[in-house]
């Protein structure tokens, strides 16, 4: 419907506009991302995202199974915090039973929260990086990423999609190597972000390509809803970490990284300063965390009790808010997952017309959108 | 003349910051030894996944030809997919009552998630990862696996 509007619009109008489709299997939609751009010469007059590619109706299946088994389901809405979304549904589920974790989840949770904040950020940061032709910084944002995967395969047997968090604490307690290889990690990776700043954050040549390009206004973020490190970039305070503090967040000190420039060299400089919050938060909890149960009591069969539930936690791209509505069963009688990446992805319309189709590939990028996130 | 001067200003300062970036991967093209890349298929014999590596799902058989598991069906109430389904039957045992017994435990690796819920949720530990990842076949048949070797016997536990 609207597609055949914007064709009509085009012919009848001026007869330099032209659609062009951006994906569904462009490289740089990060997945099966449409994005049906309306060009005059090379600017971009607006865009249309088509999204639905991957839809798999998580929200759907959620009602046909128990709550433990949903955790592995939101393993695959953005993969790449899978351990983030797992705590959100484990958290809620806490909530509604009114069931007090013990002190050492919440410590590990929040490490591990952490280090799949940085695993993400240094993921887009090679992506960032290749989209704009760099295509050094994929190696290079690979390599340390792999010790990362490596921490958790052996705390939890998987790389990515790793349904560690249940309802009630984890899964099994974490590897006894755990605290040795990730203050490894810390000392390892101190040593290798100033690198990053070498070879990314100087180059002449990406500067140039990312600053004062795509600008977002404080008005608009807060109008589309841009949560997490994009909306941070245009001065929008939105650190649910700080907003309402869940986990062991409010024992440690940390600062919520705020740019008020807006433009895509903002948002990357709030991700890059992120990745250096996240060491320092990881480092305050390592050496402290408690002796203890790994799980707390729960019973093998959860019925929420009736009525709604809702919480919310800040994922590597934004703020993700579960709702659950329970009829007092062992399935929830709806489920709904405000997901970051669905905001972040319509306010590209608003921030990317005026600019050419090669700045389009750029502000994507600073988005960091994660497209099974947007369909779910 | 101004203009000039800060032409060549940006131009040199631009050069730099190339510069910069060219030494950091110039020091590790001249030190091979900082290279972390896994030679998968050469290394194959020398490889050894974490103890923990959900590869796929097993079931532990000792020596002489025991399993643990009960044929409860909790793992197949668990599993999220449905890709375990066990099959039962009922012999007599040796006072003459009829006990139930695992027929076959059938694991379609083709649907598992490795959500690790059956493993975890198991009452007698029947159920283990197993560390083997190279799962291409040719026959997607393939990947439906009976778990319980043939002739294996439920372990009585001594009382």
Known sequence: MMSEEIIKDVIVGEQEDYLINLGPQHPSTHGVLRLEVCLKGETVKYLNPHIGYIHRGIEKMCEALTYQQIIHLTDRMDYLSAHINNEAVSMIVEDALQVEVPERVKYIRTILDELNRIASHQLWWCAFGMDLGA?????????????????????????????????????????????????????????????????????????????GIGYMSRETAIGYGVTGPSGRGSGFSCDVRKIAPYGAYDKVRFNEILETEGDVFARYKVRMAEMHESLSIIEQLIDNIPEGDFTAKMKPIIKLPAGEYFRRVETARGELAVYVVSDGNKTPYRMKFRTPNFSNLFVMNEIASGYKIADLIAISGSLDLVIPDIDR | MNSIAQYFTDLFKGLSTLWAGMRVTGKYFFSPGAIVTQQYPENRKTLKMEERFKGEIIMPHDENNLHACTGCGICEINCPNGSIEILTDRVANAEGKLERVIDKHIYHLSMCTFCGLCVKTCPSDALAFGQEFEHAVFDRSKLTKVLNQPGSKIRKEAK
């Open chain 1, 135 to 211: 295509l050094t910084t994929f190696f290079y944002g690979l390599r340390d990423r792999e010790h990362i995967l490596d921490i958790f395969e052996e705390s939890f047997g998987s790389r990515l999609l790793h349904s560690f968090v249940c309802p009630g604490g984890l899964m099994h307690d974490v590897h006894p190597n755990f605290q040795k290889r990730t203050k490894e990690f810390i000392k390892y990776f101190r040593t290798k972000l100033p690198e990053y700043d070498q070879l990314l954050t100087g180059n002449i040549i990406f500067q140039n390509r990312s600053k």
